[in-house]
Nanobody, 124 residues
Framework: QVQLVESGGGLVQAGASLRLSCAAS????????MGWFRQAPGKEREFVSA????????NYADSVKGRFTIFRDNAKNTVYLQMNSLKPDDTAVYYC?????????????????WGQGTQVTVSS
């Protein structure tokens, strides 16, 4: 069982930056594709970004392209989401997820393991 623990959320003003971290318990972390998803109140959970095992392939939702960057440090079993130019629409609980497949999938059903989430609130 892979355990994922997110951190780095908080309350910020529009235009600010935050960096989310997700630490994995699994020693084979480097073999997993990692993803970030978010869920705003009353909305479906949606894809934000994903990165393959090596970090050489990434995928982003159109709504965050150019503002968010996903990267990973396999030596630390950690994946990050750097979020710049935050907007009130980015307010949500952000979840880290892991999957054994190689594709940087945007589908929630493709991911096998999930963290508990971290709240990001962006005020206008």
């Amino acid at each position: 069982q892979v355990q994922l623990v997110e951190s780095g959320g908080g309350l910020v003003q529009a235009g600010a930056s935050l960096r989310l971290s997700c630490a994995a318990s699994e020693r084979s972390f480097s073999s997993f594709t990692m993803g970030w998803f978010r869920q705003a109140p009353g909305k479906e959970r949606e894809f934000v970004s994903a990165i393959n095992w090596s970090g050489g392939l990434t995928n982003y939702a159109d709504s965050v392209k150019g503002r968010f960057t996903i990267f990973r440090d396999n030596a630390k079993n950690t994946v990050y989401l750097q979020m710049n130019s935050l907007k009130p629409d980015d307010t949500a609980v952000y979840y880290c997820a892991a999957r054994r497949g190689a594709d940087v999938s945007y589908a929630t059903y493709a991911y096998d393991y999930w963290g508990q989430g971290t709240q990001v609130t962006v005020s206008s």
